[in-house]
C-alpha cells in the first residue's frame, strides 16, 4: 500500500513545462497553452445540472487562459455530499478546498440555494467565495441567495466571449494574478 507522507499540505501550485510548447498546442489567439501552466490552478466546484453549461464554463476558461482545476457535482444532493467528505477529510489530515463555488439555482432534485446555506453553515466553508451564476432571473431569487451570503449573481450571458470575461474576473475576484499577463 502507498502512503503519502505526512502531514500533505495543499498550497496554491505552480506547474512549469521545460520544453518548448508546440505550435499545435497553441491557443487560437497564438498563445500558447503552457503559460497558463505558469499561474497558480484556481480550484473551481461546479455545481450545475447541465453538461452543457459545464463545458462551455471550462472551454471560456481555457480560452481566456484561466488555469483551473474543476470538480463538477450535477445536483445539489451531490455538491452537499462532496463538501461535507471535505470537512470530514479535513479533521483527519489537510484538504484541497475549493477557491470558488460556482453555484446554478434552477436543477432537478434540489436548488442551489441549498447548497448556498450548507456552505454558509459550516465553519470551515463559510469563507469560501460563492458564485452564483444562473439563468434565473428572479430578483426574488437573487435577493434570497444575496441575503444567504453569495457574494455574486450573475446571470448566465449567451455570448460565449462575455463567458471568457466572466471567468477571467472570476479569476482575479479570488485573488490570482491577470490571466492575461
Keep these: 500500500m502507498f502512503l ?39 480550484r473551481v466546484l461546479h455545481v450545475n445540472d447541465s453538461t452543457d453549461d459545464q463545458v462551455l464554463f471550462q472551454a471560456a476558461c481555457r480560452k481566456g487562459n484561466v488555469p483551473f482545476n474543476w470538480h463538477v457535482c450535477d445536483s445539489a444532493e451531490k455538491a452537499i455530499s462532496y463538501l461535507q467528505s471535505l470537512v470530514d477529510q479535513s479533521k483527519k489530515t489537510p484538504v484541497c478546498w475549493p477557491d470558488l463555488l460556482l453555484l446554478d439555482i434552477v436543477m432537478p432534485g434540489g436548488s442551489g440555494i441549498e447548497v448556498l446555506k450548507f456552505v454558509r453553515a459550516m465553519p470551515e466553508l463559510k469563507a469560501m467565495p460563492v458564485i452564483i451564476f444562473t439563468g434565473h432571473q428572479s430578483p426574488e431569487a437573487r435577493e434570497q441567495a444575496m441575503s444567504l451570503g453569495a457574494n455574486l449573481w450573475l446571470i448566465k450571458p449567451t455570448d460565449f466571449n462575455e463567458i471568457v470575461e466572466i471567468a477571467k474576473n472570476l479569476y482575479q475576484l479570488t485573488g490570482m494574478p491577470n490571466p492575461g499577463n
Design 4 to 42: 503519502l507522507p505526512t502531514p500533505c499540505v495543499c498550497l496554491k501550485r505552480k506547474s512549469f513545462m521545460s520544453e518548448p510548447v508546440p505550435e499545435s498546442l497553441a491557443s487560437p489567439d497564438k498563445t500558447p497553452v503552457a503559460l497558463s501552466l505558469l499561474k497558480p490552478f484556481l
